[in-house]
């Protein structure tokens, strides 16, 4: 892959997945019934509605935000933070992988940590290839 074509797609994937990330703004929000919704329909088992879970689950949210909107503007000039990108991408590599052994150790559906932990990984992986090429 050229330079320029993988800075570009560099771009454009810390600009989907800043995206996706930043949706969570809406678990920031939501009612507790909503929760409530989500747990029963992917089987992840009750959610409960205690000051610990709400913060836990909501802080998350707002941190996913963050990381969402971070990624969105290292992406307007990639070039820039090479070195962060890649450094960000093996952070997402170990982020992924201790998603994936936690998923597995806590009990969470099967579908939920292949899902999860492993594109995760992948998407770690881009970072860095996708920087290499870009130099």
């Known amino acids: 892959m050229r330079p320029r074509t993988a800075e570009r797609t ?4 810390l600009r989907i997945m800043g995206g996706m990330a930043m949706l969570a703004i ?3 929000v939501m009612p507790t019934r ?3 919704a989500g747990a029963e329909w992917t089987d992840v088992g009750a959610f409960p509605d205690t000051p610990l879970v709400q913060y836990l689950a909501r802080s998350l949210s707002g941190l996913y935000v963050l990381l969402g ?4 503007y290292v992406s307007r000039d ?15 590599i170990a982020f992924g992988a201790t998603v994936t052994a936690l998923d597995f150790s806590i009990g969470m559906p099967a579908s939920w ?21 870009a130099r």
């Not at 909107?69 to 969105?72: C, G, P, R």
């Not at 990639?78 to 997402?92: A, E, K, M, P, S």
């Not at 940590?113 to 090429?133: C, D, H, K, Q, Y």
Request: glycine share 6%; proline share 4%.
């Open 10 to 13: 560099l771009c454009w994937l």
């Open 26 to 28: 809406v678990a920031v």
């Open 34 to 36: 909503w929760m409530e």
């Open 69 to 72: 909107a971070l990624a969105i």
């Open 78 to 92: 990639v070039r820039r933070y090479l070195d962060f990108i890649t450094f960000n991408g093996w952070l997402t």
């Open 113 to 133: 940590s292949w899902w999860e932990g492993p594109p995760t990984i992948v998407v770690g992986a881009a970072f860095i290839w996708l920087a290499r090429r």
